[in-house]
């Protein structure tokens, strides 16, 4: 267990649908990270907050959004799925320079 | 931009032999490297990582790996393989520190091992 939770473990929905994913970092981490894992593209960064404000920002598409709350827990707001968003969503935490990451969400498009 | 280049998809190797996995990455000003591991329907995990000092660090499971600023590599070894080490393997960089470590991930390289 790396202390970093996310639920649910899976997901399928259909195209045009919103779903939420939700993340509690490692006690004591005020970073969170989400990264998409999918066989075209790799993992890739997403986006990053950091005690309750976003500080980076990568590939996310429009349609994705996520937030921190003031408990630091985190969640992406994936809506108007589309096929290509099935992927393994992950979630990491930090509070030094090599996150740690959760054991995925896998998101499954229909 | 920073970048990371791991050459080939899959490495197969027997057990017992030397294991050696390639990353050469791209950085305009002095990067963070890491290797982290990813087993079947599992998250990633940190194998090692090198931010500053010796250049070279010892990893979790027996591995290492030597940052070559001159070749900008960062090849990750295990002198002896186990089965056990079959997974998917990740080389990363980041230019940041402290807690805005953003990771930019190579495509990831497929390790078997052969009885």
């Known amino acids: 267990d790396s202390g970093v939770t996310q639920t649910p473990k899976h997901l399928i929905t259909a195209t045009g649908q919103r779903v939420t994913l939700r993340c509690s970092p490692r006690s004591g981490d005020l970073s969170v990270y989400w990264y998409q894992q999918s066989l075209d593209q790799g993992l890739q960064f997403l986006i990053q907050?950091?005690?309750?404000?976003?500080?980076a920002k990568g590939n996310i598409l429009e349609r994705f959004s996520a937030q921190q709350f003031p408990d630091l827990h985190s969640e992406l707001n994936l809506s108007s799925l589309e096929l290509g968003d099935s992927a393994l969503y992950f979630c990491?935490?930090?509070?030094?320079?090599?996150?740690?990451f959760g054991s995925g969400t896998r998101l499954t498009v229909v | 931009a920073q970048s990371v280049t791991q050459l080939g998809s899959h490495v197969s190797v027997s057990e017992g032999a030397l294991v050696l996995l390639r990353c050469n990455y791209s950085s305009s000003v002095p990067p963070y490297l890491f290797w982290y591991v990813q087993y079947p329907n599992q998250g990633l995990q940190l194998l090692l990582k090198?931010?500053?000092?010796?250049?070279l660090v010892k990893g979790i499971n027996g591995f290492e790996a030597e940052f070559k600023k001159s070749e900008t590599s960062f090849h990750l070894t295990k002198p002896s393989a186990h089965m056990s080490d079959a997974a998917e393997y990740f080389c990363a960089v980041s230019l940041a520190s402290g807690a805005n470590s953003k990771l930019t991930f190579g495509k990831g390289i497929t390790l078997s091992v052969r009885p």
């Open positions: 090198y931010t500053t000092g010796a250049t």
């Open positions: 907050y950091y005690n309750g404000e976003e500080r």
């Open positions: 990491a935490s930090s509070a030094g320079p090599a996150p740690t």
